[in-house]
């Protein structure tokens, strides 16, 4: 008998769109990335907001859209993609952890629309959109609305149980968190984590502590969500 070759396996034909499929595949793209871009607009909290950023988000649903008609059902398209774009060396350092949920939900959004699955982008845009706005409205994840970073210098020839007493006055909850000395040794830098009791304002604890025999430079810092100190 002679002796069986093996079969080889099947291989299917790379998916051809034309250029109305084309059109309507990048229009819903632009839509769907422009709707990311808006949302991450009005939900952006602090001061690292980039319009560049914006922008981005909108050119990756794009770019991913175009990206996945190249590849269609082709595997060796898929594999020759993957190699030329593991060259390009990303260096921008992501300010905000937030800002990657950005950026992973324009790929899905330019994949959705790359491939023709418009109701699964759509659907999946208003779910994602309404949840970033509950969650921005509700302020979710905040512990505490009164918490905040105390920073001042104190003289080391003054009394320093003054301060301290103030401080317990107006606070719930207070810790310390660094000291810092200057250089000829005169004064220290303070900094406390302070919770405010019930009916006290962050105004009357800078004013008080400002005004006490030895302290200066006075900085509150509000402490809502994330707070470097």
């Known amino acids: 008998m002679p002796n069986a070759q093996a079969s080889p396996l099947p291989q299917l034909p790379a998916e051809v769109y034309g250029t109305p499929e084309i059109l309507v595949n990048l229009a819903v793209s632009i839509v769907l990335g422009m709707i990311v871009a808006v949302i991450y607009r009005q939900t952006h909290k602090g001061l690292s907001y980039s319009q560049s950023f914006t922008l981005t988000v909108v050119f990756v649903a794009v770019i991913v859209a175009i990206v996945m008609m190249v590849i269609g059902n082709s595997l060796s398209r898929a594999f020759a993609l993957v190699g030329a774009l593991s060259i390009i060396r990303f260096r921008t350092v992501v300010k905000d952890t937030k800002d990657t949920a950005f950026v992973f939900w324009a790929l899905a959004v330019g994949m959705s629309a790359g491939t023709g699955n418009y109701i699964l982008g759509a659907i999946g845009t208003g779910v994602v959109s309404a949840l970033a706005l509950v969650l921005h409205a509700s302020n979710f994840g905040a512990l505490y609305k009164s918490e905040f ?81």
Not at 149 to 156: D, K, Q, V, Y
Not at 161 to 171: D, M, P, S, V
């Open 149 to 229: 970073i105390l920073r001042f210098r104190f003289a080391t020839d003054d009394d320093s149980t003054t301060h301290l007493e103030q401080i317990n006055q107006l606070a719930k909850r207070s810790s310390m968190l660094h000291i810092e000395h200057s250089g000829d040794g005169k004064s220290l830098q303070l900094t406390y984590d302070i919770v405010l009791k019930e009916g006290r304002t962050a105004q009357e604890m800078a004013t008080t502590i400002g005004a006490l025999d030895g302290v200066s430079e006075v900085v509150l810092i509000a402490s809502k969500s994330d707070v470097d100190y």
